[in-house]
């Protein structure tokens, strides 16, 4: 249940409002393939966090000129990767009753810009003006650098704000940087405990109250 008032509204991405599922897990398990390491356990580090995070975690014996080299050709091949991308149960509705409503609102992602606004597009999203994607973060969730970046493309503090987070790196960041978090899927972690939680976004609603909005379901 969700009974909240804010000024302004945080987004993760992957698995919050797109369900990019299918292809993640492709790319992880090609990389897992080529370097001899378990795609569950790739999978189990990556979530929520920046790819080049997750290349200096399996493959920390490289320089890092290779570990960037291999992260460019990881995105590249996502880029033009969209089959299976699908929105997250009502989520492109809910992001136009915010802006219908007039809410501001920001993404925080760990993808960079251009593979984010392709995922978007490709779920049928509508992509926020306000975004921070991996290139305008120097330190990546589980950091809250990001979600406080969101916040000041917005105008506002961080604790005026609602995040909507799915991964356990996100979730600690939106939480750190002060925002109102909401839990988006079934993820079940220590820092998920007590927060609100919804499986989509059918049936919450948007009511503007002054300057302010409610965000209800």
């Known amino acids: 249940m969700i009974d909240v008032v804010v000024s302004g509204v945080l987004f993760d991405m992957d698995g919050t409002l797109v369900d990019s599922t299918t292809v993640v897990e492709a790319a992880w398990g090609r990389f897992g393939a ?59 509705a809910f992001v136009r009753r915010l802006l219908d409503a007039g809410a501001p609102i920001a993404l925080v992602t760990s993808a960079p810009r251009d593979l984010a606004v392709k995922r978007m597009v490709a779920a049928g999203v509508p992509v926020p003006d306000a975004l921070v994607p991996s290139e305008d973060a120097e330190r990546s969730k589980p950091h809250p650098e990001g979600y406080l970046r ?43 405990e007590g927060l609100p939680r919804i499986a989509g976004y059918d049936g919450l609603t948007v009511e503007r109250e002054g300057a302010a909005f409610r965000v209800r379901g």
Do not use: K, N, Y
């Open 150 to 192: 969101g916040a000041a493309l917005l105008g506002l503090p961080a604790e005026r704000c609602l995040a909507f987070e799915d991964a356990p790196a996100g979730v600690e960041a939106a939480l750190a940087s002060g925002a109102t978090t909401v839990v988006v899927g079934t993820l079940s972690a220590p820092v998920t």
């Open 34 to 92: 080529e370097h001899g390491i378990d795609p569950a356990e790739i999978l189990a580090f990556s979530h929520g966090r920046q790819t080049i995070d997750t290349v200096q975690r399996f493959l920390p014996h490289l320089s890092p000129e290779d570990q960037r080299a291999i992260v460019a050709t990881m995105i590249a091949a996502e880029i033009d990767s969209t089959d299976g991308i699908v929105e997250v149960p009502g989520a492109a």
